[in-house]
């Protein structure tokens, strides 16, 4: 009896052991599946060069509403694509972002849906929650860090291209 007492709880021991070891593969693929996904994103300047920019893509509603929220330590070459904008579908529209829990300034690039760039808001106000605006109907959007496009000689005009440019339209 107490060989079969010894034995049982080896077993229990095991199956605890096995199911800790699945829970941790899926808490890390739950992790990997929730990384945001990432996009390389090229800008042609009016004078020929072309800037890159490595940036997770916000396509929800959600995503697009939390954007870059919270975030201190944003890549150099880092940012954030709103594409489609608007999520939800429907027909380009005038966009309208603030920085609300926001910490660190950005530049907001307001993009149209031929990929030129309508506008650009330099080094937004962080934890700002005035609108800021494009001014016209955009199809997507791009966060890159605060000063970034002045410092890469970024203009209104620009071409911006990525990869699905243009789908979920």
Request: proline share 8%; hydrophobic share 40%.
């Amino acid at each position: 009896m107490f060989g079969m007492r010894r034995f049982g709880v080896a077993l229990a021991a095991a199956g605890l052991l096995l199911s800790a070891a699945c829970k941790g593969d899926a808490g890390a693929n739950a992790a990997e599946a929730q990384a945001p996904a990432k996009l390389a994103v090229s800008i042609r300047t009016a004078g020929g060069a072309t800037r890159q920019f490595n940036v997770e893509v916000a396509r929800t509603p959600a995503e697009q509403e939390r954007g870059l929220m919270f975030r201190t330590n944003l890549p150099a070459d880092g940012g954030m694509i709103f594409t489609p904008y608007p999520a939800d579908g429907g027909p380009p529209r005038e966009a309208s972002f603030w920085m609300k829990n926001t910490p660190s300034p950005l530049d907001i690039v307001f993009i149209r849906p031929d990929g030129t760039i309508a506008t650009i808001a330099e080094n937004t106000i962080p934890f700002s929650e005035t609108p800021v605006k494009s001014g016209e109907p955009v199809g997507a959007v791009l966060e890159i860090n605060g000063g970034k496009a002045g410092e890469l000689g970024i203009a209104p005009g620009d071409k911006v291209t990525w990869q699905g440019q243009g789908q979920g339209r």
